[in-house]
């Protein structure tokens, strides 16, 4: 069965450190990672996708990376900010014939002044 | 539409009533995924449409969760004599399923429910 698990569950840091969320996943065929950002309230809204040939790939602060060998990726957030205080939703998309998505449960984090 | 459509926003239902819940997803998207999510807590898979078919319910809690698409378009969970551990928001997506496509989730604002 695919699966999607994200380390940590939840995770305090200060304004202005960086932090690194990890994503494993066992999903088969693989078609493509995202990692969605939640405000409280909101739905998820996607950051960045990688697929099988990609590495890393930057969205501003936000930094993906992806190694489809050991099947894990990682969100790194850099000099963070109040905002960045949400939950970090990793998705993994298998296509066998057609996409089906497999959702994380997400990492919380709380970025404090 | 512009985007994912959820209703109602906000529900309020006495224990064991029956609800419903709406998802308008976006033109086109033939995938439809239902979540829940519980205070503080991260997305709990519910059932997965394509099409008009659902390949994949295996996360429907119990025999009172229900939940039909039809026309490839609207879909509805039913939640019958509902309970207060049902208390959640549900969160809809849609996303396009053929091949190459494009599969970003582009979820709708969710359906507080509210049991007391």
């Known amino acids: 069965k695919n699966q999607v698990e994200q380390s940590p569950q939840s995770l305090i840091i200060l304004e202005g450190k960086n932090c690194t969320l990890q994503?494993?996943?066992?999903?088969?065929?693989?078609?493509?990672l995202r990692w969605y950002k939640q405000d409280t309230g909101r739905g998820p809204v996607s950051l960045t996708i990688?697929?099988?040939?990609?590495n890393t790939k930057s969205n501003g602060r936000y930094t993906a990376t992806l190694d489809a060998d050991t099947k894990q990726s990682s969100l790194h957030i850099t000099a963070s900010q109040l905002s960045d205080s949400a939950s970090y939703i990793c998705?993994?998309?298998?296509?066998?014939?057609?996409?089906?998505?497999?959702f994380g449960k997400g990492t919380m984090l709380l970025v404090s002044p | 539409g512009a985007g994912v459509s959820q209703s109602p926003s906000n529900k309020v239902t006495e224990k064991g009533k029956d609800v419903e819940l709406r998802c308008d997803p976006i033109?086109?998207?033939?995938?439809l995924y239902w979540y829940r999510q519980r205070l503080g807590q991260g997305l709990e898979f519910l059932i997965y449409?394509?099409?008009?078919?659902?390949?994949?319910k295996s996360g429907l809690p119990s025999d009172r969760f229900s939940a039909e698409r039809t026309g490839e378009s609207v879909s509805t969970l039913t939640i019958q004599r509902t309970q207060q551990e049902d208390s959640a928001v549900y969160l809809c997506?849609?996303?396009?399923?053929?091949?190459?496509?494009?599969?970003?989730?582009?979820f709708g604002q969710g359906t507080r429910l509210t049991v007391v």
């Open positions: 997506a849609s996303s396009f399923a053929g091949g190459r496509m494009n599969t970003e989730a582009f």
């Open positions: 994503c494993n996943y066992t999903v088969s065929p693989f078609s493509n």
């Open positions: 990688m697929t099988f040939s990609e």
């Open positions: 998705v993994v998309s298998a296509n066998s014939g057609y996409s089906t998505l497999t």
């Open positions: 033109s086109g998207h033939t995938a």
């Open positions: 449409f394509q099409g008009n078919s659902a390949p994949d």
